[in-house]
């Protein structure tokens, strides 16, 4: 079964289409990095998935079941890249109520896990407010972690993060795809797409114009972002 | 190796009724968080003590040189005062929801709600919740604030201000799910203009409905068929004013009320179905 699926979708705003007629089918357990320049879809997509938007044409599911379902999104997870957290809310509280819309049946626990993996256990009674980016975008992804989920969305997920916060995610991703989760990572960051996702996907001007693992894009001796390059700018 | 699924990882579905109490309760304490609430505990605060002023005084009134019985007189100006705070409250919710569901939505903290399990109604009634518990709570201190002052001075019954009281709550919905629809298609300053516009407009209309005034055309198909946002407040304080003004057919009114109310708040969550987030 596919972990999602995107099957001949356009999305259109007036005349322009942002999704060009794209398929896409990713198998569950794999991860794939989603590329492209600025404006190519990537964000469209995502919304798409996540049934924030309704394709013009087309199908989008996830786990079998239209993205529109609600249900189709249980034990899926996700952070966005203009991450924007209840300020006045404790770390804590906050995973608490993402435990709860999760539908975890032992939040606690499963809230210290996130926390002690994201290095958060000494912040979890401040106010979010309270917190740096880095830590802020620490949150996102403890919220992220919860579960853990079986399918995790990640919109340009190391913004904000220090080297060190770039390493640690890096890390959280690699466990979670060892324990069978289906990763998909929207971003600008070749290097970032190479070292986590064993799939890639280049989207331009709403049509994928690449997709397979690295090797299969780049040629031989060809860096993935080499490729990018020479993809785009053909 | 493949992905645990949702069970194998120990989620369980949560009830949409969970959902959206802990939802809800997200709601209100944003609500509670807003910038114009202690203005509006202060105009509460104001209302009591005009309220206050306005229940004690006992004027000899004469009509056409004729002594009008005191306790006419008090019904009518106690359905006008209890009228007037029962607007204000309606203004109030609909203020408040005039940008409640917007703001998480423009400023993308609900994505991260919306990206779990939770079904968009849910989202949007839980929204509009709790912008009612607030303003209704409010009402409900201006409101029964005055019966019980009009209740010891006057000598008037407080049944009718409970009743009052929930065509109020009606009305909040009523007028609250209205303006969450009109923010999602115009800006924030327009959907608080027209939610004043809309509450005393047909305030007016109401008032001059129930005082037996002949309304015709676009006026009188407000009053027969549009929520009867004040003619509901009115109708539920007839005890106090009945052998002075006609009043029409509660049934009706409550209907139109119930209605209007259920209404408003599914035109709501099919509006916010439509909307696309980004």
């Known amino acids: 079964m596919y972990a999602f699926e995107l099957a001949g979708v356009t999305k259109r705003y007036g005349r322009r289409a942002a999704l060009d007629n794209v398929s896409l089918a990713v198998p569950a357990g794999s991860a794939l990095g ?18 924030f938007a309704s394709p013009t044409a087309g199908s989008v599911r996830l786990r079998g079941l239209p993205a529109s379902s609600p249900a189709a999104r249980r034990g899926v997870a996700y952070l966005p890249e203009r991450l924007r957290l209840p300020a006045r809310a404790t770390v804590r509280s906050f995973l608490r109520l993402h435990a709860a819309l999760a539908g975890l049946g032992t939040p606690e626990r499963q809230i210290d896990a996130a ?15 309270e917190l740096s980016k880095g830590l802020t975008q620490r949150v996102g992804f403890a919220q992220a972690l919860l579960g853990p989920p079986e399918l995790l969305l990640l919109d340009e997920p190391t913004s904000g993060l220090d080297p060190i916060g770039i390493r640690d995610a890096r890390d959280w991703i690699q466990k979670l795809r060892e324990r069978g989760c289906t990763v998909l990572v929207s971003s600008h960051v070749l290097s970032e ?17 690449a997709e397979g693992t690295t090797d299969e894009i780049a040629a031989p001796g060809e860096s993935l972002e080499d490729a990018f390059l020479r993809l785009v700018q053909a | ?44 605060l104001l209302s009591l003590f005009l309220v206050d002023n ?63 399990p939770v079904s968009r109604a849910s989202f949007a009634l839980s929204r509009l919740a709790g912008v009612l518990l607030l303003s209704f709570a409010t009402g ?20 009718p201000a409970l009743a009052a009281l929930g065509a109020c709550l009606a009305g909040c919905v009523t007028v609250g799910g209205l303006a969450m629809l009109a923010s999602l298609l115009l800006p924030r300053v327009a959907a608080a203009l027209l939610v004043f516009g809309f509450v005393w407009g047909i305030g007016v209309v109401n008032a001059a409905g ?34 002075l003004v006609p009043l029409g057919d509660a049934a009706d009114v409550a209907l139109r009320s119930a209605v209007w109310a259920g209404a408003s708040a ?13």
Do not use: Y
């Open chain 1, 34 to 51: 989603l590329l492209g320049p600025n404006g190519a879809g990537k964000t469209t997509a995502l919304r798409l998935l996540l049934g």
């Open chain 1, 115 to 129: 926390l002690e993996t994201t290095g958060l256990v000494e912040r979890a009674e401040d106010r979010i407010g």
């Open chain 1, 193 to 209: 797409v190479e070292r986590t996702c064993d799939r890639a996907a280049i989207l331009h001007e709403g049509r994928v114009i």
């Open chain 2, 1 to 44: 190796m493949s992905a645990p699924g949702p069970a194998a990882a120990g989620l369980t579905a949560p009830s949409p009724l969970r959902v959206w109490l802990l939802l809800t309760r997200e709601s209100l304490a944003d609500a509670m968080r807003r910038r114009i609430v202690p203005l509006i505990a202060a105009m509460a």
């Open chain 2, 54 to 116: 306005c229940t004690g005084c006992s004027p000899a009134i004469e009509v056409q040189g004729q002594a009008v019985a005191g306790g006419e007189v008090a019904g009518v100006l106690a359905v006008s005062l209890l009228v007037v705070l029962g607007l204000w409250t309606l203004v109030l919710a609909g203020v408040l929801a005039s940008d409640h569901l917007m703001e998480p939505l423009a400023d993308g903290s609900a994505t991260l709600v919306l990206s779990r």
């Open chain 2, 140 to 159: 409900a201190l201006l409101l029964l604030a005055a019966a019980v002052l009009l209740s010891q001075r006057q000598g008037l019954a407080v049944a």
């Open chain 2, 210 to 243: 129930c005082s037996g005034a002949q309304l015709e055309g676009l006026l009188g198909a407000i009053h027969r068929l549009g929520p009867p946002l004040a003619s509901s407040m009115i109708l539920a304080l007839a005890a106090w004013v009945e052998p």
């Open chain 2, 266 to 278: 599914t035109l709501l969550v099919l509006g916010f179905r439509r909307r696309e987030l980004s």
